[in-house]
């Protein structure tokens, strides 16, 4: 079985709308989950809060965060 080959190397390019972040108790990474609407995101959140650790990322537009991020847990 042939290798796919290298791995792309460039960042990935993040879509406007609401992120949050979960990963396992005990870790620091995460995989970001991304949202339409800032309900739906605080929706999200409390789902994956009762067993991951939730990081609010808040509003991505235009390349960057508007809010700091904060934890729930």
């Given amino acids: ?3 796919a080959g290298r791995p792309p190397v460039t960042p990935v390019q993040l ?10 108790k005990g870790t620091n990474k995460g995989m970001k ?13 409390q789902l994956y809060a009762g067993h991951k ?3 609010i990322l808040g509003e991505f537009k235009e390349g960057a965060f508007k809010t700091s991020p904060h934890t729930r847990k």
């Fill in 53 to 55: 650790n939730v990081i």
């Fill in 1 to 3: 079985m042939r290798s």
């Fill in 15 to 24: 879509k406007n709308g609401f992120y949050i972040e979960v990963c396992d």
């Fill in 33 to 45: 989950i991304w949202n339409a609407t800032e309900k739906a995101m605080h929706d999200a959140a």
